[in-house]
C-alpha cells in the first residue's frame, strides 16, 4: 500500500506485534513507522526519487507543523478525544498527544499505565492495550491517507 521500504515494515511489523499482544514494542514499531513517514515523505518531497539518507527530526510538534505545510494529512494522527490538537500544536513543549505517546513509549515513561493494587502499584503490559487499539486504528488510516498523498503529489 505505501510502496516505501524505508518505513513499511515499522507498520507491518508493529500489526504483527498487536496481534501477538506484544503491546510495547507494538506501539513503539507504529509510533516509529509514523515519525519515518513523515520525516522521508517531507525529504522526499523536497528531492523526489530520492531515498534520503538522513530524515531530520525526530516526532514532534515541530514536525508536524512542517508535514501540515506541506499537505500530509496529520489531521489523521488526532487522538480520539484530543480537541486541542490544532491550538496544542504551535507550542514546543506542549506536545499533541501523539508526540507525547512517542516520547513517552520510547523513553520508558510508563507510570500513566500504572494501576494502584492493595500489593501497591502494579504495571503490566495488557495495561497498554486501549492505547494500542487507538494507534492501530489511527496507523492504519495514517497509512491510507498517506498512500493517497505520496501517490497524488510524489508519484510513488
Known amino acids: 500500500m505505501l510502496r516505501a521500504a524505508e518505513f513499511h515494515w515499522h507498520f507491518s511489523q508493529g500489526i504483527i506485534a498487536l496481534d501477538q499482544r506484544l503491546y510495547i514494542p507494538g506501539c513503539l514499531s507504529l509510533l516509529t513507522g509514523i515519525e519515518a513517514s513523515i520525516r522521508c515523505t517531507i525529504q522526499q518531497r523536497r528531492d523526489p526519487g530520492v531515498v534520503p539518507e538522513q530524515l531530520g527530526s525526530t516526532l514532534s510538534n515541530s514536525l508536524l507543523r512542517e508535514a501540515s505545510r506541506v499537505g500530509l494529512p496529520i489531521h489523521t494522527l488526532v487522538v480520539p478525544g484530543e480537541a486541542d490538537f490544532w491550538e496544542r500544536l504551535p507550542e514546543r513543549s506542549d506536545h499533541v498527544r501523539i508526540v507525547q505517546l512517542r516520547h513517552d513509549l520510547a523513553h520508558g515513561n510508563l507510570l500513566g499505565y500504572m494501576q494502584q493494587t ?39
Open 118 to 156: 492493595e500489593h501497591g502499584p502494579l504495571l503490566v503490559p495488557e495495561f497498554i492495550q486501549p492505547t494500542a487499539r487507538t494507534l492501530r486504528r489511527l496507523s492504519l488510516n495514517w497509512c491510507r491517507e498517506l498512500a493517497a498523498y505520496r501517490a497524488r503529489e510524489l508519484g510513488l
